[in-house]
């Protein structure tokens, strides 16, 4: 017999089945997620396995499946429990710019503060509740602008690529500072400064060499390379704007 279609954990009913007469369910997807986003954290998301967090709350892992049937269920709770400590106003104030900024840099703060949250978020498809209301917030901050929806939804979507990228980048120089043991400036001093200064030597590569003596950029701490570009993708967003307004 075929395997059953899956279905979305937002379609499927919370587990309300009781451990004994007048109990309480013995736990909850929010339990079960809590756990498995405190393991990811601390270990990665692969330590984040239904076994690993069955071991934490003392009990099996097949106990754990009723409230959470398929890994991929857990990574989409995992994702939208991790998108709920995005701050946001209700709603938009009527700046874009200030909207979106805000947006970005809630982003960037609930990224860091989980590291697995960006690669799970761009490697699936998810719509969970709480990952809507930042959609929501993001598309309602250029409604009105005079756009059709789809030049909306690519501005956000445009934004987005460059949060998650920019996001990732920054984790991945994090892991590696940890794993090497050198943070970033030791990284370019001590490690690629004197191969840098003999390429610059040679001068094989003119344009990487005023890249490197003539930046203005290049030694922003990563708050300030975020804001830097952040800014550089909010003047395009501006610029693109009364262009794709209807004539």
Do not use: C
Not at 59 to 79: H, N
């Amino acid at each position: 017999m075929a395997d059953e279609e899956p279905v979305s954990i937002w379609m499927q009913p919370e587990q309300q089945e009781r451990s004994g007469p007048g109990r309480r369910p013995g736990y909850s997807r929010e339990q079960i997620t809590r756990t498995a986003v405190r393991i990811a954290d601390a270990e990665g998301v692969e330590a984040a396995t239904m076994r690993r967090i069955a071991a934490e709350l003392g009990t099996g892992a097949m106990s754990l499946y009723r409230y959470v049937p398929r890994r991929d269920d857990l990574f989409d709770l995992m994702i939208d429990l991790a998108m709920s400590e995005v701050g946001l106003p209700a709603g938009p104030s009527g700046d874009w710019r200030a909207d979106l900024t805000l947006l970005a840099r809630q982003v960037r703060a609930t990224g860091l503060r989980h590291p697995w949250l960006i690669t799970l978020l761009t490697s699936r498809p998810t719509l969970g509740p709480h990952l809507l209301r930042v959609h929501e917030f993001a598309l309602g901050a250029l409604d009105g602008l005079g756009l059709g929806i789809d030049d909306v939804t690519g501005l956000v979507t445009m934004l987005d690529d460059h949060l998650h990228s920019a996001i990732r980048r920054e984790i991945g120089w994090l892991e590696e500072s940890r794993r090497t043991g050198l943070d970033s400036e030791r990284w370019k001093r001590d490690y690629m400064g004197p191969y840098v200064r003999q390429v610059v030597e040679s001068g094989a590569f003119p344009l990487f060499n005023r890249s490197i003596l003539e930046s203005r950029t290049a030694h922003l701490s990563p708050e300030e390379r975020f804001r830097h570009d952040l800014g550089r993708i909010l003047d395009a967003i501006a610029a693109l704007i009364p262009s794709l307004r209807p004539r």
